[in-house]
């Protein structure tokens, strides 16, 4: 006998929350940001908007499915089974959040501000929940490519935007940077690190150094089995080099890179507290991940 579909609804903490629990009260709040010019009546609306949302998609759930919220914080403390279907309402960067502890269920994004949200990965309003949900194994989804950096000791790093290659501290990172199934031709660099990036990351910080550089290679389109990669600021000297610093990965291609610092990271869509720690010698591969994220359409 098969389980209920679950719905595991995902949302943040509010500004507003973080606020009052910072402060201690809703007036030292306000006066807090009053003496800076600021409102929290903006703040508060917010709150009130996503706490609306969350009620709406929360009813909308189907009587016969189970339920569970989970807040963005603890994320890496839930189990995904395959039969949950993950309901995220918040902001476009919680989609990327949730993306890597998902392993093919079915994602639906709420956007809970309309108009202050991209939109891009939070597509649908939370009036549109229930008739989503109802119909959601029939609904269509779009495969959106994810990246993945795997070190050579099997520590293993998925993300839906970008990685980043460096130092914590984004100062300068010392490495050998080569390409695979390319002749073995190898690079020493020093640099600010380097980026890998997809198409759904093409909207975020790889469009920015996209455009930075000016390159010819077209952005990839987020469901393209093809990724962007860029070396930040390498430093030419006589033991470093700076030809090797921007390109594109194609179906099972990937970057190599060994370490030669006595500590780098590699961190996904912008969380550094979730970071794989690299040591003088240790080499890590980077490319497309066999994983998607079903976003539902």
């Given at each position: ?61 189907p ?22 279907v ?19 269920q ?16 939070v ?32 520590q ?43 198409g ?16 010819r ?6 469901t ?46 912008g ?20 994983r ?6």
């Amino acid at each position: 006998m098969s389980l209920a579909p679950r719905a595991v609804v995902v949302h943040r903490t509010t500004e507003y929350e973080e606020l009052v629990a910072h402060h201690g009260t809703h007036g030292q709040a306000a006066f807090f940001l009053s003496s800076r010019g600021r409102s929290i009546e903006e703040v508060a609306e917010r709150h009130r908007r996503t706490r609306r949302a969350l009620a709406e998609v929360t009813s909308a759930v189907p009587l016969t499915w189970r339920q569970a919220r989970v807040e963005r914080s603890d994320l890496d403390r839930v189990l995904f089974a395959p039969e949950d279907v993950v309901v995220v309402v918040g902001q476009d960067g919680l989609v990327a959040n949730v993306a890597k502890y998902l392993d093919g269920q079915p994602v639906v994004g709420i956007d809970t501000d309309p108009g202050r949200n991209p939109g891009v990965l939070v597509r649908h309003r939370p009036e549109q929940a229930a008739v989503l949900l109802a119909s959601v194994v029939a609904t269509g989804v779009d495969e959106l490519t994810m990246v993945e950096a795997v070190a050579d000791d099997t520590q293993r790093l998925v993300a839906l935007n970008e990685i980043y290659l460096g130092t914590a501290g984004h100062q300068t990172a010392r490495y050998r940077l080569g390409l695979e199934n390319d002749g073995g031709v190898v690079e020493a660099q020093a640099s600010s690190g380097v980026l890998v990036g997809t198409g759904t990351g093409a909207t975020g910080w790889l469009r920015s150094l996209w455009q930075e550089r000016g390159t010819r290679l077209p952005l990839p389109s987020p469901t393209e089995d093809r990724l962007l990669w860029f070396v930040r600021e390498a430093w030419p000297s006589p033991a470093t080099g700076t030809s090797l610093v921007a390109g594109e990965l194609k179906d099972s291609a990937a970057l190599t890179l060994t370490v030669e610092s006595d500590r780098l990271i590699a961190f996904g869509d912008g969380i550094e507290t979730d970071a794989l720690e690299l040591t003088w010698g240790q080499t890590v591969r980077v490319g497309a991940c066999d994983r998607r994220l079903r976003l539902v359409g």
